[in-house]
């Protein structure tokens, strides 16, 4: 390729240090291209498509509840990979249009398989030979179909033994008003007083009793990070009124969901286009994967929580739940409509979203349907906007404000000036994920070395494991050389360390939020070869994609303050508003009754 002339490598995917050994081998007429802010643009451009992507498939009306469960029903990049392939193969599309010499890399045998077979399905003359183990997803999805039940009557056991010491308090829980579901831990519940603050919901629990309502729970547990049996325990042994999802559906359903999630991926009729461009390969890709996993099995059962409750006598005036706009939340709220349509089903967004969170946001066909909230409190402004936009009835939300960032402060002692070099301390906050953890740190480091005197802290997720902490630790060591000594890395509460730092650098993780509600500048660095999750809003956000587009921003933050980034705005762009507790409570009673004004106590 080097003797035909200039070419242009583009990595589409792959380990930070493979890009880097794939840099140090280029030859002069050689540049490795930037996809971030092409990535970029195009994942905002073909947004609404994906959104909307349900109007272009065919769904059987005895397969609505199946799709709704799904991952494919979702385009959040926690669910599937669609928007990030569609905009790899896009971008491959446009780099193509514009001319010259290109070898494009992908990240694993299946994902270059798909995207070659997307490239053939709109007569891209791309070569490669790969190909997919088709039969092996097939495998899978039985595995863990039978996974998915098996689990189900382990936990059926573990619950019936604890059940047996302390009974579901059926008279308790039908009295309450209002059943919070929330995700549960081990030590979610007070076993000796009421539990006046849950994981996502936060305070919810203790301004609903304030307001002089009663207050149960359904308790989703987090059986994949936290060991089951002791969460069962905490639910069992609670002071509050607690059930458990998996009480409330039975082995039946759980196999049910089993074959409908199966027959319902397989009768899906429809081919993907965006903007004229054919994805069905890739879209048929997702749709293997989705068989392949638990989720949707799992998901489906939830239609039956309601029917549970109905059957109990449980009438509650609403059952409130986290808003991610996940399946099992779409499959609770059809049961509710169809079992207890006297039920009101609200929606608490509980934590910041990015806009490119595709999955956060409900499709025009979802909203109105039975699987939409019939309420929706929002945390900020910025997401009442976002909502709207997409056809979210205004009179359909509320701008109850942050439960998570409940104090808002004011604008008050920002960090942009730290005075001498050797106090200029920068706060690098990585994920749980490699790559995107080395692209951060390689980028923060590369900017380190040309920023004299200034301190970098790498601050580590607690739950990582040493082998990872000692891949990056190296990582970055390598890079820094002698400018080492500058470099720390801490597994101490990233909220601890910003009391001393005074700037962050994150990629996809919310904690910007906390930083700049507390009044420390916050930076964005782009990742390599990936769609930016960013939550903060564009009106405020502060980007970088390269490390010089870094070290020239810390630089002019450190010398003379800058922007947005020097003077943080303690509601993020609109995204954290105060919290309203009548306009919550208000929001959950519903209409026909009569309004809170203020609250008790």
């Not at 390599?528 to 870094?550: F, G, H, M, R, W």
Request: aromatic share 10%; proline share 5%.
């Amino acid at each position: 390729m080097a003797e035909r002339g200039p070419f242009t490598v583009w990595v589409l995917g792959g380990e930070v240090e493979d890009v880097l050994s794939l840099k140090k081998m280029l030859p002069d007429n050689g540049a490795l291209g930037v996809l971030g802010a092409r990535f970029n643009e195009i994942a905002d451009r073909y947004a609404d498509d994906l959104v909307n992507l349900d109007r272009q498939i065919v769904v059987e009306d005895a397969d609505a509840l199946a799709w709704n469960a799904s991952l494919i029903a979702d385009r959040s990049p926690f669910a599937g990979d669609l928007q990030l392939n569609a905009t790899r193969f896009l971008a491959v599309w446009d780099i193509l249009a514009d001319g010259g010499a290109h070898i494009f890399f992908v990240e694993g045998r299946e994902a270059a398989y798909f995207l070659l077979q997307t490239a053939h399905a709109n007569g891209l003359g791309l070569k490669g030979r790969f190909s997919s183990s088709v039969l092996g997803y097939y495998w899978k999805a039985v595995k863990v179909r039978l996974g998915v039940m098996s689990r189900h009557l382990k936990h059926q056991g573990v619950l019936k033994k604890l059940r047996g010491q302390k009974p579901i308090p059926w008279d308790a829980l039908r009295s309450c008003d209002v059943l919070l579901f929330d995700w549960t831990d081990g030590e979610t519940f007070n076993m000796e007083k009421q539990t006046a603050r849950i994981n996502h919901l936060s305070l919810l629990p203790d301004i609903l009793r304030r307001s002089g309502l009663n207050v149960g729970f359904i308790a989703n547990p987090l059986g994949w990070v936290h060991h089951f049996p002791d969460i069962a325990r905490n639910v069992c042994f609670a002071h509050d009124p607690v059930v458990m999802t998996c009480e409330m559906y039975s082995f039946s359903t759980v196999l049910r969901g089993a074959w409908e999630s199966w027959r319902m991926n397989r009768r899906l009729k429809g081919k993907i286009v965006l903007g004229g461009i054919d994805i069905t390969p890739l879209f048929d890709w997702e749709r293997l994967k989705d068989l392949s996993k638990p989720q949707p099995t799992q998901a489906y059962a939830y239609g039956d929580i309601a029917k549970f409750l109905k059957e109990h006598g449980l009438t509650p005036k609403s059952i409130v739940y986290p808003y991610e706009n996940q399946g099992l939340e779409r499959a609770l709220v059809a049961g509710i409509h169809a079992q207890l349509p006297d039920v009101r089903a609200v929606a608490c967004q509980s934590a910041p979203f990015a806009t490119r969170y595709l999955g956060f946001i409900p499709s025009r066909t979802l909203v109105g349907s039975a699987f939409f909230p019939d309420h929706v409190i929002v945390m900020g402004k910025w997401y009442f906007s976002v909502l709207s936009s997409y056809g979210v009835p205004e009179d359909g939300m509320t701008m109850g404000g942050s439960l998570r960032f409940h104090a808002v402060p004011s604008a008050g002692a920002v960090k942009s000036s730290p005075g001498p070099a050797s106090e200029r301390r920068i706060l690098v906050g990585t994920s749980v994920d490699f790559h995107e953890s080395a692209d951060l740190v390689g980028k923060a480091s590369e900017a380190l070395k040309n920023i004299p005197g200034a301190r970098m802290v790498v601050n580590f997720h607690p739950h990582l494991d040493k082998a990872f902490k000692s891949r990056l630790d190296r990582y970055v060591r390598e890079i820094l050389g002698e400018n080492a000594d500058r470099y720390e890395a801490s597994f101490e509460s990233i909220r601890t360390l910003m009391a001393n730092a005074h700037v962050l650098l994150y990629n996809n993780s919310g904690v910007a939020f906390d930083a700049l509600v507390g009044g420390i500048p916050a930076i964005n660095v782009a990742i390599d070869c990936q769609v930016s999750y960013d939550k903060v809003p564009d009106s405020v956000s502060n980007s970088v994609a390269t490390a010089d587009e870094l070290t020239a921003l810390l630089k002019n933050l450190f010398e003379n303050g800058m922007g947005n980034a020097g003077h943080p705005d303690p509601t993020v762009g609109g995204s954290v508003g105060a919290l309203d507790e009548c306009a919550i409570v208000n929001a959950v009673i519903g209409p026909g009754v009569e309004k809170v004004h203020r609250l008790v106590g």
